[in-house]
C-alpha cells in the first residue's frame, strides 16, 4: 500500500488542492500549514515534495510533523523545504525542552517549530512563556491547550482549570506583534451533554476574554 500511495503522489495533480484551497478561502479560512504522513524517514524524496508543493499550492506557509529525532533527516528535510520556499516545523510532545529543536533550527532557516504550549507545561517546564519569548522567530505555529504540570498529575483539562499559561501567552503575543498562529487543540474530555463543537465555542471565548 506504501508504494502504491508513492507512486500516487509522484504522478499526482495539485488541482484538487487548488480546489480546496479555493472552497476555503471563500469560506473565509485561510489553511496555514499541512500535515501528511509524508515526511517521515520511511518516506520517498518524491513524496516529501509532493507534500511540500502540496502544502504551497493550499496557501500554507510550512508543513508539520512529530519531530523525527534524526540529525540527518531534520537537516534532509530543511534543504528540501528551502528549495520548496516553505517551512518545516517540528512538534513534540512531552520530551519538549527548550533545546529541543536547536540542532533543527541551527541546520536551516526553513527548520522551525509548533509548539505545543500544554504538553510543554506537562513535560514540566518551568517557564513555558520564556520559549516564546526566545524562539518567537522561529516559531510557525503554536498548539493550545490546558494541561498540568507533572506535581498536578499531567491532565489534559478545560482551559483555565490547568496549569498552562493560555491567557499570558496570548497577550504576549499580541503585545509583542508575534505573526504564528495559536491553535485551539481541544483534547480533554468533552462533558457529557455537550460536543466538540461545544467545546471549541467555550475555547475561543476565552481567547477572547483573555485579550480583551
Known amino acids: 500500500y506504501t508504494k502504491v500511495v508513492a507512486q500516487w503522489r509522484s504522478t499526482v495533480s495539485m488541482d484538487k488542492f487548488e480546489e480546496l484551497r479555493k472552497m476555503y ?13 509524508a515526511f517521515g524517514k520511511d518516506n520517498t524524496d518524491a513524496e516529501i515534495d509532493w507534500g ?21 533527516h531534520t537537516q534532509k528535510l530543511g534543504d528540501m523545504a528551502k528549495k520548496h ?19 533543527a533550527l541551527k541546520q536551516s532557516k526553513h527548520n522551525a517549530l509548533n509548539l505545543d504550549l500544554g504538553h510543554y507545561v506537562a513535560a514540566g517546564n518551568t517557564d513555558p512563556l520564556e520559549i516564546i519569548k526566545s524562539k518567537h522567530n522561529r516559531i510557525m505555529s503554536m498548539h493550545t491547550k490546558d494541561r498540568q504540570t507533572p506535581e498536578h498529575g499531567k491532565g489534559n483539562v478545560p482551559w483555565g482549570t490547568g496549569d498552562t499559561p493560555i491567557s499570558q501567552a496570548l497577550q504576549l503575543m499580541r503585545d509583542n506583534n508575534y505573526k504564528f498562529p495559536a491553535t485551539i487543540e481541544l483534547e480533554y474530555n468533552i462533558p457529557e451533554g455537550s460536543n466538540a463543537i461545544e467545546e471549541v465555542k467555550k ?3 476565552y481567547c477572547e476574554k483573555s485579550l480583551s
Open 25 to 37: 478561502n471563500d469560506a473565509g479560512v485561510t489553511i496555514y500549514a499541512f500535515k501528511p504522513r
Open 52 to 72: 511540500m508543493r502540496a502544502a504551497k499550492t493550499l496557501g500554507a506557509s510550512h508543513v508539520t510533523l512529530e519531530h523525527p529525532g534524526d540529525d540527518v
Open 203 to 205: 475555547c475561543l471565548k
Open 85 to 103: 520556499g516553505i517551512f518545516v516545523a517540528y512538534h513534540g510532545h512531552e520530551q519538549q525542552t527548550p533545546t529541543f529543536w536547536d540542532t
